[in-house]
């Protein structure tokens, strides 16, 4: 039996609201004056109560259907007692500097994309932050991540040194793949960082392959110790991909400490959730999978913090995986190639007000865990990174030619070395004809 977790003993079931926006009728009017997260204030979904899992006959799995509200009530709390609060102020300084580092980080990547330094395509995660950063921070170096091509914000979040990332994507051999993946191919086995992924839905296996590593070490190799839990990152329109389904399944079968995140920003490139898929509550797939569905406000770290902490806390404890869906926005294009003109201005200029940042910062002023000053320093600090971050993937060598092919074969005798012994790649005729391709 799937445990649920301790959120579902305070809350009642929702009537469930519209989690959505990006259609039209949510739109103009009904965003204006409006301060709440549209996940739960606006249309209604005519959904019948045997969707609601816990009320299910057929399984006994419990879900926890949202967790704002135990959070809104911590929160109303914490202004009379300052000992309910959500985060110490050390926790809050955590918070807020990881989700600077991750906006002045990818700010600096569309600087440096536009003057031709990085190659391909690049996708930025703006607006998205408190997912990576409420899930990530929780996390211990021995646990693992896998993100999708929208994965610098991942890697910086899990402690991949920024000058790492930016060599990484303007290709140069100091970065984390030693410049041979680029961007969408953030990887690091020092870190965990299992990999960015160009093909989405790719990376839910390998991150259900980690998960199943971990409880084989600790079951049948009799690791005692090993506790550690994967987290798999993806967007909503990756979840009508098969490979989420089988992976929910196998997880759910076999318990395993593992994590689905969902970024709902709404939007696959340009295709809006709303219009691609037939029950766009994603969460909802859990519990039909026998594990915990749970839907989030993405853009607001704390709560994804706490729903993360349950979440985390249940892998670690054996009691098997958990599908989160953070409701999100990316305030750019789907990639710095798109011009981003099918989204709504209206829509933008709503998830603009609600800037993961800025309400972290609100929370900390409000409950006075920081000054003006201690925040000013932080933002200064990180600028100073990131700008040397740049200096020194300016500064770094292009991989050598003959890098060409390696880490592509366990085996580079088949392909990749010729009979002189030699790589094929060194051989001035190896690209013969290609540029007329
Ligand atoms: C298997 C596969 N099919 C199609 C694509 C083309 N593609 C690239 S991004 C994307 C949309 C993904 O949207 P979502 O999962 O919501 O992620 P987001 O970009 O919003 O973070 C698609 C269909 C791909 N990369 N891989
Ligand atoms: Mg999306």
Redesign the pocket.
Known sequence: MATSFSATKVLQPLPLKSTRSAEKPLLGQSLKGSSSFLGSSSHKLSLKKTFYPHQSQRRSNKAVVAVSDVVKEKKSKSKSSSSNLLITKEEGLVLYEDMVLGRAFEDMCAQMYYRGKMFGFV?LYNG?EAVSTGFIKLLKKEDSVVS???DHVHALSKGVPARQVMSELFGKTTGCCRGQGGSMHMFSKEHNVLGGF?????GIPVATGAAFTSKYKREVLKEADCDHVTLAF??????N?GQFYECLNMAALWKLPIIFVV???L???G?S?LRSTSDPEIWKKGPAFGMPGVHVDGMDVLKVREVAMEAVGRARRGEGPTLVECETY?FRG?SLADPDELRDPAEKNHYATRDPITALKKYMFENNLVNEAELKAIDKKIDELVEESVEFADASPVPARNQLLENVFADPRGFGIGPDGRYRCEDPKFTEGTAQV
Not at 234 to 239: A, E, I, L, N
């Open positions: 996708h998205q999708t091509y929208r160009a093909f989405i839905g790719e993806f967007g909503d329109g990756t979840c991909n970024e709902n920003n939007w696959a490139i295709m959730h990316r789907h």
